[in-house]
């Protein structure tokens, strides 16, 4: 499955599932919100190519954005470089705050 909702993201979280997530908006993006306390990440998409060896290759990951644009990117230039278990969260952080939690501001 190459795709997770936030709902279900939520739901697996709730039941102890714990991938890494990585967040591939600008730092300014991530001060508006941010996932922080789901372990999320900072590392911006323009980074991505010099910092990815510092995700783990061997477990499970999920790429956010904004609208789950970038992340998509994200996630298809990781299984280019051999990551296998790696998901896009479907409509990043607008569907986040849609979904799940609403007081995370839209921006």
Do not use: H
Not at 17 to 33: F, K, T
Not at 75 to 100: H, I, P
């Amino acid at each position: 499955m190459d795709e997770i909702t936030p709902l279900e993201f939520k739901k697996q979280w709730d039941e102890g599932r714990r991938p890494v997530l990585i967040d591939v908006r600008g730092a300014d993006e991530w001060e508006i919100c941010n996932l922080e306390e789901f372990g999320a990440r900072l590392i911006p998409l323009q980074e991505l190519p010099q910092r990815y060896t510092e995700i783990p290759k061997d477990g499970d990951i999920v790429m956010q954005c904004r609208s789950g644009g970038r992340s998509a990117q994200a996630q298809r230039f990781l299984q280019a470089q051999g990551y296998a278990k790696v998901q896009n969260l479907t409509g990043g952080m607008l569907r986040w705050s849609d979904e799940v939690d609403s007081s995370k501001p839209r921006y």
